[in-house]
Nanobody, 126 residues
Framework: EVRLVESGGGLVQAGGSLRLSCAAS????????IAWFRQAPGKEREGVSS????????YYADSVKGRFTISSDNAKNAVYLQMDSLKPEDTAVYYC???????????????????WGQGTQVTVSS
């Protein structure tokens, strides 16, 4: 059974940092693409960042480039999202998602992923 468990969310002031973790199990981690998405109230879910586990290729949404960093620890089957210089507009529920094929055309699009975690709330106060 595929499992994705997010952790690390919380309340932080603008300009602060948080590190989200996604613990993965139930599939061959090294063959996957893992992404972070977020969804704010009343808005569509949007792609934040992705990483191809076997070669480390990363993608970022323009809104987070230079502030967020995605990384993986293959020994722990985990993916992290380091979020720095947080802004109030980063407030959302953050989801971890996995594509098990390892091949995508649009790694920051919701339709590329069949497996999702339960989400973790990130709130940035001004």
């Amino acid at each position: 059974e595929v499992r994705l468990v997010e952790s690390g969310g919380g309340l932080v002031q603008a300009g602060g940092s948080l590190r989200l973790s996604c613990a993965a199990s139930g599939f061959t981690f090294d063959d996957s693409i893992i992404a972070w998405f977020r969804q704010a109230p009343g808005k569509e879910r949007e792609g934040v960042s992705s990483i191809t586990i076997n070669d480390g290729t990363t993608y970022y949404a323009d809104s987070v480039k230079g502030r967020f960093t995605i990384s993986s620890d293959n020994a722990k089957n985990a993916v992290y999202l380091q979020m720095d210089s947080l802004k109030p507009e980063d407030t959302a529920v953050y989801y971890c998602a996995a594509d098990l094929t390892g091949h995508q055309y649009n790694p920051l699009r919701v339709y590329e992923y069949d497996n999702w975690g339960q989400g973790t709330q990130v709130t940035v106060s001004s």
